[in-house]
């Protein structure tokens, strides 16, 4: 059983995602009816219940923890609701017995249990995140209804730390017992002389590059003996070991690393920049259309320190500048000189600002503690440079909002005063070259579209909303927004990946005319994207094989733990 990830038509109401039933015997699969928006999902260890986190509607602002039977490994019924889930968009769950669920949100410190036969929440866990920002994974059942494992996962300056955890379902006490690993499932081997049995932990690298193995005592919670590679065959992103032996490997034949820039001609095709492939992640074109600012994400899962690169679109040459953590959503001043970008550490989300050159240091704008799980990032600068537009995005909520940094006068402190903090998820705005209007995404109507609003100042976003917005997309939005320099054409990607064009007018009021195709990048693979000054898209070509994902099946693979722990015994 897995989760997948149909394409549908933007027009489908329906959240994306389901859950898919295979039998190892034959090459065919069944989806589970009333499954749509599945996210996650985790299976009883009796096998009779799959429990799933579903997104509610097409954006992905609501979402349940729900049920369904299964009889034979087929899904008997319709799924059944367990609680809602108020925090997060994505989530960790899974069984502590086969009465009870355990979740977590996303990038939450908290871990939850819940009743299967539905009812409300309790905590079982808090972490004071004291370490970084911790992320909990991978719940499984030790010993049914009174502890579990779980992968404790903290993201610390520039470096993944991964353990695995046994947590004491009644007192929520937590016990570290592998580190550098996670993942891990209790298994059971018996001896080659019958009767006796052995306990091993079986668990993923923290770097994913294979699996190890380890024996444990599940009463003492000790391990006996350091870990052994049972399995180096590739990057292995989860795996699952059943009762009769069979593991099965989701694994991805990344290609990070041959990504390469493009820019897009009038047809929709992709013309290749004269550039070395790297693993680009995201990137911003200059205001003269010269240069593009990369940044370069780590090739191993278990580092989140990131290379930012600036590249010479006309000399052809690439420069490195010199930041700290892990870096995103990155541009540039007005001028050309700076450039704004987010990080985060192990204490704070943060925005910075620094020369657009190697030489010279960086000064930080905005940060808010990791505590409040606020991330940050720079969204448009004011054609006068004097505001900052910022994008605050709640982690718990799945909620963002617009802020403006100004600077305060006589200092180099920046102040930050909330725009667009509406109840509706806001955000993606960009200035009119003017500086009279803006132009930002909202899912106030179900799902991402864009508006456009009188702007009269950073203080005034209550006000300039009740003047009245303008619907700008009528079949989504996905990503940045371009807006000419002239103010007479906004540009902008819609949700079924087509670049629309929209002709505005500002004066004597705000019009706008229905958007109009003009070519479409759906059937490319795209990582990101980037408008230029003159309205030409830059987009990021994934690798070959990126998206090549794949489930391998090792039949007896408790006969190869066996040998591979007994040559070290």
Known sequence: MYTAWPELEFESAKPQGVL?????????????????GARNAALSADGRWVAFAAAKDRAGTKFA?????????R????????????QGSWFSLGWSSDRELVFAASL??????????????????????????????????????RSMLATDVVLSGEKVKVNTEVIDLASGKRTVVLTDAGSAQLVTVSKAAGKEVEHFLVASRSDLSGLVAVRFDPGTLRTLGDPVTVWNGGQVNRFDLSPSGTLAM???????VDRRLAWIDEKGQPQPVTATARSYSGISISPDGERVLATQESTSPDDLGTQVWIQDLKRKTTTRLPVEGMTDSMMWSNDGRRIAYSTFTNEEFSIWERPAVPSGGAAKMFATPIAQQLFVAPSAWSPDGKILAIVQSDIKTNKSDVLMLEQEPDSTEWKATPYLNSPADEHALRFSPDGKWVVFCSVESGRHELYAQRFTGAGSGAKD?????VQISTSGHDGGVWWSADGKEIRFIDGDKQVMGVDVKTEPTFSASLPKVLY???????RSFS???????????EGENERVNKIDLIVNFEEEIRAKMGAVK
Do not use: H
């Not at 989701?250 to 990070?256: F, K």
């Not at 909303?465 to 917005?469: D, Q, T, W």
């Open 531 to 541: 408008w230029s000054p003159d309205g030409r898209l830059m987009v990021i070509l």
């Open 65 to 73: 923890l729900k049920k369904v039977a299964l009889e034979n490994g």
């Open 250 to 256: 989701a694994a991805q034949a990344s290609a990070t």
């Open 520 to 526: 479409s990048i759906k059937d490319l693979k795209t």
């Open 465 to 469: 909303a009740a003047s009245g917005r």
């Open 75 to 86: 899904p008997s019924g319709k799924p059944q609701s367990v609680c809602e889930l108020t």
């Open 20 to 36: 898919v039933v295979r039998r190892l015997d034959r090459d065919e699969t069944t989806v589970i009816e009333g499954t749509e």
């Open 108 to 145: 939450n410190t908290t871990i939850y249990t819940v009743s299967a036969s539905e009812g409300e929440s309790r905590v079982l866990l808090r972490a004071d995140g004291a370490q970084g920002l911790e992320i909990w994974q991978d719940f499984r059942p030790l010993v049914a209804g």
